[in-house]
Nanobody, 124 residues
Framework: QVQLVESGGGLVQAGGSLRLSCAAS????????MAWFRQAPGKERDFVVA????????RYAESVRGRFTIARNNARNTVYLQMNSLKPEDTAVYYC?????????????????WGQGTQVTVSS
């Protein structure tokens, strides 16, 4: 089993920045990729970005490309999401996810483990 714990959410004004962290513990050697998803009230859980722990390849949702950056620290079993130029429409609960299969996938059902989520609120 793998446990994921997110941190770094909060309230920020439009145009501001936040950095989210996701720390993995347990059988971390089984993780091949990690990702961030987000879910706004009344909406489905949407893909944000994913990164391979093997080769560092990434995939971004078009809505965040150029504003968000994912990074990994395999030694610390942690991934980070730097969010810049935040917009009110970025407001959501952000979830960290881990996948045992190789590849940077975009569908929630592809991921095996999930964190509890962290709230990000962007005010206008």
């Amino acid at each position: 089993q793998v446990q994921l714990v997110e941190s770094g959410g909060g309230l920020v004004q439009a145009g501001g920045s936040l950095r989210l962290s996701c720390a993995a513990s347990g059988r971390t050697s089984t993780i091949a990729a990690m990702a961030w998803f987000r879910q706004a009230p009344g909406k489905e859980r949407d893909f944000v970005v994913a990164i391979s722990r093997i080769d560092g390849s990434t995939r971004y949702a078009e809505s965040v490309r150029g504003r968000f950056t994912i990074a990994r620290n395999n030694a610390r079993n942690t991934v980070y999401l730097q969010m810049n130029s935040l917009k009110p429409e970025d407001t959501a609960v952000y979830y960290c996810a881990a996948d045992r299969a190789y590849g940077v996938l975009t569908t929630p059902t592809s991921y095996d483990y999930w964190g509890q989520g962290t709230q990000v609120t962007v005010s206008s």
